[in-house]
């Protein structure tokens, strides 16, 4: 089983990462209030990803004979002032991840809880691909923020981005008319 602190840390966590989905999940609806389709699209798949990752803590603690106890989730921000400002608040929110996730892992250590240990390292590699992606997309709108063709482009490629196999938010797993 896993000890009281870290399970108490494990659940907040569920929490923390749900919190992620739904304000991906706002920047969904905020990027398709901007025409920017293809950004909605790749934040649609990132949400997707969250609720992957909660679902992951989820199932540890169940496997682990403890319980699971879902939290309250915090209204993030629904509306930004630009896209930019939105790409930004996505790279903060994975730094923001990255160092719960590293407390986790101090918390597993500390308790010799090799098992939780083992589970947080996919996280602990998860979050660097998560920290590059968000910062590699602040970057690239900052070089084509002014610029209409740019930000046409840089709409185009993340719209691009291949769904996890079998997600919910994949409009063509639902979508009976195509
Ligand atoms: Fe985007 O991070 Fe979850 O863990």
Known sequence: MIGKKLLDAMNEQIKHELESYYIYL????YFHSQ????????????????MIHAMKF????????????????????????????????????EQFITSKIHNLVKIAR?????????MLNWFTKEQIEEEANADKNVRQMERVENSREGVFMLDREL??????AGSPLDPAAYNLAT
């Open 26 to 29: 706002s920047m969904v609806a």
């Open 110 to 118: 500390k308790e010799n809880d090799f098992a939780s240990d083992t």
């Open 159 to 164: 719209g691009t981005r291949i769904f996890p």
């Open 35 to 50: 025409n920017l389709d293809g950004m909605a699209h790749w934040m649609r798949c990132q949400a997707h990803e969250e």
């Open 58 to 93: 989820f199932d540890h603690i169940i496997d682990r004979g403890n319980e699971v106890k879902l939290l309250d989730l915090k209204q993030l921000k629904t509306s930004w002032n630009s896209p930019l400002e939105a790409w930004k608040e996505a790279y903060a929110q």
